[in-house]
């Protein structure tokens, strides 16, 4: 591919709508790019991106500083271990593990399928189903207000809350205002969970990290509500854009779709490599702590720096013919769920979830078709997902 990679290429409708022939544009053009409409730099090589995600000197958020500020929104942020560095991180995400433990995931299989079940269930005998608003938006946020012991009646509520913060976080700023009003009315619903869990415990993770709270020195109030609001949050929308995007990809290669269908064990492997081939998460955006290189290019010192995912997990150099879907691939690291430290919490409910739900799918219904002409996707750089996936069954 030749020629000048044009600013403007980046987060276009067109851009949306199909973000790889960009990505490799960039990788074979510039790979290491500054992009000066955006003032950042943009990483699209599998090597550079694994390198990146692990590096202690490409900070997130305010790194390891405690932000002070009277803002609820700013304070709430920098206390998520996501937007934290060592020291802080090491604690919070120590505390963190011990109560996201393997085993608590695991015993939510059975529930997550007498969910996914019961979702189907409603679809009823309609012909036609989006797969978006039928099961992918509300099967991972019910499954989260269980693990977090939050009513599922108010469901409703903390989900709108909880999408204006995340979207704030992920760059919307002119949301500023509903995401303080948002993560004020979050604060306050958590304080009243808190108080109801200290009273009673009820062996839930939000049970285990008010006990970690209680401790003392190891978890401060501030810090317990703001990751829990952070499980909230990284808890569901990108579990329903994963399943969304891999159900478009089987559905528009029906020949990996029948493959699945004949060999549902194949199931494991098969979302490692739809999470590849589209992933939920493009990008993480860090910002240069001190000045480094990253392949022949020096980045300054407080310089924003965007780990593509997305593109990494399309690099020839990685994978072979990375543009086509193969559920059987293998070796496939993606970094969909990130590198090092800050490796996703949520890896193994998130894998459990979208196995159980694309599985239950598939079973359920033995014709997928695209129904419409326009898929309309989300218009934000870090998420890649459908506002609705609407097929004929
Ligand atoms: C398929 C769905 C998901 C994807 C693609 C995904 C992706 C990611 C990525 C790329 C990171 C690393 C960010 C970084 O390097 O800074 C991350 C971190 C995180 N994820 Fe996920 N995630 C998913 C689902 C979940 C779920 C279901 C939960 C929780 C229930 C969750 C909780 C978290 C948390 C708490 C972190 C921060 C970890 C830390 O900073 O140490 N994620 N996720």
């Not at 090589?45 to 995600?53: K, S």
């Not at 709430?76 to 011990?98: I, Y």
């Not at 913060?165 to 760059?171: E, L």
């Amino acid at each position: 591919m030749g020629g000048q990679v044009q600013p403007q290429t980046l987060f276009t409708p067109e851009f949306y709508r199909d973000p790889y022939p960009v990505y490799a544009a960039i990788r074979n053009n510039d790979a290491v790019h500054w992009d000066e409409e955006h003032q950042l730099w943009v990483l699209t090589r599998y090597t550079d991106v694994a390198a990146a995600l692990a590096d202690s000197r490409l900070v997130r958020g305010a790194g390891e500083v405690t932000v002070e500020t009277d803002d609820p929104l700013r304070r709430v942020l920098s206390r998520m271990m996501l937007f934290s560095e060592p020291p802080r991180h090491s604690r919070l995400r120590a505390l963190a593990n011990r109560a996201f433990t393997p085993r608590r995931v695991e015993n939510m299989r059975a529930r997550i399928k007498a969910i996914v079940d019961e979702l189907i269930e409603e679809i009823g005998g309609r012909s036609d189903v989006d797969v978006i608003a039928d099961l992918a938006y509300p099967l991972p946020v019910i499954v989260i207000s269980e693990m977090l012991s939050l009513p599922r009646v108010d469901i409703g509520r903390f989900k709108s809350w909880s999408d204006d913060v995340i979207a704030f976080s992920a760059g919307a700023t002119d949301i500023e205002a509903r995401a303080r009003n948002s993560v004020v009315a979050l604060l306050e619903y958590f304080k009243e969970l808190v108080a109801r869990l200290r009273r009673s415990p009820d062996g839930t993770i939000m049970s285990a990290l008010v006990e970690a709270e209680a401790d003392g020195s190891r978890l401060d109030e501030g810090e317990l509500m703001a990751n829990a609001i952070l499980l909230l949050m990284n808890g569901h929308e990108t579990t329903t854009d994963t399943i969304g995007n891999g159900m478009l990809a089987l559905i528009q290669h029906q020949d990996q779709l029948d493959k699945l269908r004949a060999r549902p064990e194949l199931i494991g492997s098969a979302v490692e490599e739809l999470m590849r081939y589209d992933g939920a998460v493009q990008l993480r955006g860090v910002r240069a702590a001190q000045e480094l290189a990253i392949g022949n290019k020096l980045i300054g010192a407080g310089q924003t720096v965007f780990m593509v995912l997305g593109a990494a997990n399309h690099d020839e150099a990685q994978f072979t013919e990375p543009d086509s879907l193969e559920i059987e691939r293998s070796p496939n690291r993606h970094l969909e769920f990130g590198q090092g430290i800050h490796f996703c919490l949520g890896a193994a409910l998130a894998r459990a979830e979208s196995q159980i739900a694309i599985n239950s799918l598939i079973a359920r219904f033995p014709r997928l078709e695209l129904s419409g002409d326009r898929l309309e996707w989300k218009s934000i750089p870090v998420f890649r997902g459908l506002r609705a996936l609407t097929v004929y069954v």
